[in-house]
């Protein structure tokens, strides 16, 4: 068939040179993972080590890291271009990098000191090593603000208990920024801190979650804190302001699952109108079926319409402009269009659309996470709607 949509659409879109770099990592995510993707959820297994040296080398954990600490100096539309690229083929394997980037790396280039970026940020940058992101909790998931691991402060040193649940790349992580309650009467959204801790620390325990359904290739782990000592260095941003670290990186963060969203959207774009081409029922394709054609043109709306706004967006995070709510705005967007037209396209292309081999089930249940993750999106409706009601916003909820 002809070239794949996504291209088409995003070569207008940006720079030439940006252009190639999406085009290098299509390519190498055609050439290289795609056979091999199936293989590898069927077995059950976490994303072969080989591939994540593969994406350090052609330098993807560096994108939006400036060259003075090792990165390739881009910018947010590099990494949301690397989303697309990747997550066509998996979205599994894209939000490896994609949450190394965004929630990991990205946090200690925006608040770390001089010294912890000088520390941590070359071999972040070359993903030779990660860090996860401890926001999530088994008894605090979007009412994030107040957090149940604590942090208690004892002479110069805290020390830290409690656990983090749902962070991805886990697995892969030498640290964990964890977000922990350091003091109990300050305002809200200013009583607690961040801290950069190490795994193998004495007191940290890792466990992969067990029966998950979505993401089969990404690493997602739950961290407790048994008494865990942390210094004054290891504090992330300002003491008491970890939760704005926290919604900040979030802000790049929601970029990234939208691009997912949309790699997946291309993914099911291009199968679908293929597959309604080639498949004859009543003595012709059905993709002659106006009904048919519905799903192939609405999936093609709405990912022109939304890599648009998503391109925009990616130079607002660059240039410091973008609002939490144009962020949240669009990750809803693109995870509730594209999960809702997954499940046209499958209906449209039929039983083989159950299959595994077909690809569209497996992005179907990935797209699942892209309305919860970073965000449940009905919790993030109400940061969405806040600026349109401002009359009635402190009683939101
Ligand atoms: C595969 C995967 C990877 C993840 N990776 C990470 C990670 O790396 N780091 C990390 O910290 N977290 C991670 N998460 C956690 C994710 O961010 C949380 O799942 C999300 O924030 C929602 O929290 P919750 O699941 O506890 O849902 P809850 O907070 O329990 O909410 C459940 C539902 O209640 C409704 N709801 C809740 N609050 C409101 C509200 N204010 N208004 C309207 N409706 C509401 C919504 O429908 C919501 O979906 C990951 C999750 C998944 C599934």
Redesign the pocket.
């Known amino acids: 068939m002809n070239q794949r949509r996504l291209d088409q659409l995003l070569e207008p879109l940006v720079e030439e040179e940006r252009f190639a770099l999406y085009q290098g990592l299509a390519r190498f995510a055609d050439e290289e993972l795609a056979d091999k993707i199936l293989g590898w959820e069927r077995s059950h297994q976490l994303l072969p080590h080989d591939v994540i040296e593969q994406l350090g080398s052609m330098g993807v954990f560096g994108l939006p890291i400036a060259e003075q600490y090792g990165g390739q100096g881009g910018g947010m539309t590099d990494l949301l271009l690397a989303g697309l690229a990747l997550s066509y083929q998996s979205p599994s394997i894209a939000i490896t990098p994609g949450?190394a980037v965004s929630?990991g790396a990205n946090p200690v280039l925006k608040f770390g000191t001089d010294e912890q970026k000088e520390k941590y940020l070359p071999e972040l940058s070359a993903g030779e090593r990660m860090f996860?992101?401890?926001?999530?909790e088994p008894g605090r998931?979007?009412?994030?603000a107040n957090p149940q691991v604590v942090a208690t402060r004892e002479g110069d040193h805290f020390i830290l208990r409690g656990e983090?649940c749902?962070?991805?790349n886990a697995a892969w992580s030498s640290h964990i920024v964890v977000h922990a309650l350091t003091d109990p009467s300050g305002r809200n959204g200013h009583r607690s801190t961040c801290f950069i801790i190490p795994i193998d620390r004495e007191g940290v325990h890792y466990q992969e979650m067990e029966g998950?359904t979505?993401?089969p290739l990404?690493s997602?782990g739950s961290i407790t804190f048994d008494g865990v000592v942390a210094t004054e260095a290891e504090v992330l941003g300002d003491l008491n302001e970890g939760f704005r670290v926290m919604v900040t990186t979030l802000n790049g963060g929601r970029l990234f699952v939208a691009s997912m969203a949309l790699g997946s959207l291309a993914f099911a774009l291009d199968k679908t109108r293929t597959y309604v081409q080639q498949r004859d029922q009543f003595g012709g394709p059905i993709g002659r079926f106006q009904r048919v054609q519905d799903v192939v043109l609405e999936m093609d709306l709405a990912l022109e319409r939304n890599l648009t706004w998503l391109m925009h967006l990616a130079r607002c995070h660059d240039d410091g402009s973008i609002k939490r709510e144009q962020a949240a705005k669009v990750k809803i967007d693109c995870s509730r269009v594209a999960s809702r037209l997954l499940m046209d396209a499958m209906e449209v292309c039929g039983g083989v659309a159950s299959l595994d081999e077909f690809g569209l089930a497996r992005h179907s249940a990935d797209l699942f996470?892209t309305r919860?993750?970073?965000?449940?999106n009905?919790?993030l409706?109400?940061q969405a709607v806040r600026p349109l009601l401002p009359d009635i916003a402190d009683q939101l909820?």
């Open positions: 949450a929630l996860c992101f401890g926001l999530s998931g979007s009412d994030a983090k749902w962070s991805t998950k979505v993401w990404s997602t996470v919860v993750g970073e965000g449940s009905r919790a409706m109400t909820q």
